[in-house]
């Protein structure tokens, strides 16, 4: 189970960090991604990381803003995003997978709930 949270309203130009607690003893078998949703729009890719921490992957708009990352002795990858823009509005949606780091939202294996980020202009 993945329970994301964090999120809230913040303006343009702000950050956030939002954590993403795995329960289970099996986290660090997972590849873990962040994925987002704005009202409208598909679920889409925003960052990726390895089982270590030592690879990470980011969606072109995000990429120098956002920094992903794990802790795996508290079953817990972070998203900390800096520099925000109205157009990061969505909800954000943390996901494991088994196999391998994936950019396909359909292809991961768990989702967490979801945690609602608000960037007012």
């Known amino acids: 189970q993945l329970q994301a949270s964090g999120g809230g309203l913040v303006q343009a130009g702000g950050s956030l960090r939002l954590p993403c607690a795995a329960s289970g003893r099996t986290f660090s078998s997972y590849f873990m991604g962040w994925f987002r949703q704005a009202p409208g729009k598909e679920r889409e890719f925003v960052a990726t990381i390895s089982l270590g921490g030592r690879f990470t992957d980011y969606a072109d708009s995000v990429k120098g803003r956002f920094t992903i990352s794990r802790d795996n002795a508290e079953s817990t990858v972070y998203l900390q995003m800096n520099s925000l823009r109205p157009e990061d509005t969505a909800v954000y949606y943390c996901?494991?997978?088994?196999?391998?780091?994936?950019?396909?939202?359909?292809?991961?294996?768990?989702w967490g709930q979801g945690t609602l980020v608000t960037v007012s202009s």
């Open positions: 996901a494991a997978r088994r196999s391998g780091p994936t950019a396909q939202a359909g292809l991961n294996d768990y």
